[in-house]
């Protein structure tokens, strides 16, 4: 009998009912909570009169909707402080531990999932949020849900699911100087394309992967879904025990040595089969940046935005480019910058932030730069940048020092770009109007940011010498 795959494994674990119609009863362990998806979940229970089946298993944090700066002053957007507002009152009803907008452990809901140690290997975790493969980075089966499937998971902590199939993709070679987890991920989407990993749950493997921080693994399970794919997994090593050793919700004493012995076998075996198995040379890629209107127009630093190669391309490819205000062979080196913004579920933990504060140190951002902002993904990871004195080396260069939120990833608070406003940005997408109405957005690493709003422009950072940062 075959192995099975670390998908298989969890998938198994968690089964409780297959139907004759291809789709299975899975059980949920943990549920993440924010203000954007809920509000209609809790009030099906209520219009139902059902109870919450396990009020431990669900945490809750509002980050969408509120406020980076002057937050002591409010939420002054109406609709916004109601959804910010109803999340508390569901929370408070139906007794669910809420991180509130003041809350000194406060942050992005796929930040504070790992950093509390809510997310554990081993758990199914849902969200009602795309990028809840975030999680997997720590050897869980996570992925986004829809706000149906919320009260349905609040409900009956179980849910109706399909199976994937299993892709595996080997990450080896040794990474350029200045490379980064961000690029890795930005370069296999331009490889595969956005739908190359539809119905496939992903693992990333390889001694790539295992040389990676947790924080860098998370950045690359965050963008799987970018590629099509809902799942993406990492297995379970000594980095991932260290990292959640001592955690505020990890298992503690006895209980810590009894989960890590059950955490060891959560890797796939290794006569495991994959539907498909992809190669990436690490050693080939260098800093990334997207040039279009979805993650997949990416080329590296050197590159040029491409010519169209026959004529369904020219359509989508002259669609992006008349929205970015581009032509194609501009070189990427050439694109101008009007703002700047570190933060997002991708990339704004403390690695994020020191890496991109040793860019900025001593320098100024450049003068065609109008903002360019930091965004910490938690509160804890705030307290710990200021301690280092991240925060005053970003603010001495010019930028912005802002409090934990999802912020200007997409829009939907205070922090957006105004039309026709290029930024250079370490978030997960660039669709049209992502990061405001006619704003233009450019996927890339912290680093690559950083020198962008140093330069006022893109850079190759792979260049940059040492002894210079």
């Keep these: ?52 089946w396990r009020n431990s298993a669900n ?25 910010v507002d109803t999340l508390s009152t569901n929370c408070s009803e139906f007794k669910i531990k809420e991180f509130s907008m003041n809350n000194p452990s406060q942050g992005i809901v796929h930040i504070i999932g790992p950093e509390q140690g809510l997310t554990l290997p081993g758990m ?31 409900a009956t902590q179980c849910l109706i699911q ?34 190359g990993g539809t119905g496939y749950a992903i693992e990333f493997s390889g001694q790539t992967i295992q040389s990676l921080s947790m924080e860098s693994r ?31 919700y990890a298992p503690s004493g006895l209980n810590w040595k009894k989960a890590v012995t059950s955490w060891e076998n959560l890797k796939s075996d290794k006569d495991a089969n994959y539907d498909k198995i992809i190669e990436i040379d690490c050693s080939k890629i260098n800093p990334m940046v997207t040039w279009g209107t979805s993650p997949e127009m990416v080329t590296n630093i050197n590159g040029i935005i491409p010519f169209p190669k026959n004529e369904k391309l020219t ?37 994020d932030l020191r890496i991109a504060s040793k860019i900025v140190k001593g320098k100024k951002i450049a003068k065609n730069i109008k903002l360019a902002m930091v965004v910490p993904g938690s509160g804890p990871v705030k307290k710990q940048a200021e301690l280092e004195g991240l925060d005053d080396i970003f603010i001495k260069a010019g930028f912005e020092w802002r409090d934990p ?21 370490t978030s997960n997408r660039n669709f049209e109007g992502r ?9 890339v690493s912290p680093i690559m940011a950083a020198s962008a709003a140093i330069e006022g422009h893109f850079i190759n950072v792979s260049e940059l010498r040492k002894d210079k940062q």
């Design 1 to 52: 009998m075959a192995g099975k795959t670390l998908y298989d494994k969890l998938w198994d674990s968690h089964l409780i009912h297959e139907n004759s119609d291809g789709t299975n009863l899975i059980y949920i362990d943990r549920q993440l909570i924010h203000e954007v998806t809920s509000p209609q979940a809790f009030e099906g229970l209520r219009i139902a009169n059902r109870k919450i």
């Design 59 to 83: 945490f809750a944090v509002p980050d969408h909707n509120i406020p980076t700066k002057d937050r002591y002053l409010g939420i002054t957007d109406p609709i916004s402080k109601l959804q």
């Design 124 to 154: 199914t975790i849902v969200c009602g949020d795309s990028h809840t493969s975030t999680h997997g980075a720590l050897g869980a089966l996570a992925f986004g849900i829809g706000t149906s499937e919320v009260e349905h998971v609040l």
């Design 162 to 195: 399909k199976k994937s199939k299993n892709m595996l993709i080997n990450i080896n070679g040794l990474l350029n100087y200045n490379v980064t987890a961000k690029d890795i991920i930005l370069y296999i989407i331009g490889r595969i394309g956005t739908a």
């Design 218 to 248: 998370m950045t690359i399970c965050n963008m799987t879904i970018e590629m099509g794919a809902r799942v993406g997994m990492i297995a379970v090593d000594q980095n991932t025990i260290e990292y959640l050793q001592n955690r505020t």
């Design 315 to 351: 359509r989508s490819l002259q669609n992006a480019l008349d929205y970015m205000g581009l032509k194609s062979g501009t070189a990427i080196k050439d694109i101008k910058l009007d703002k700047i913004f570190i933060g997002s579920c991708t990339n704004a933990r403390i690695e």
């Design 405 to 425: 939120g999802c912020s200007m990833c997409l829009a939907m608070n205070d922090d957006f770009l105004e039309i026709g406003e290029r930024c250079a940005s």
């Design 435 to 443: 990061q405001g109405k006619g704003g233009r957005t450019h996927l």
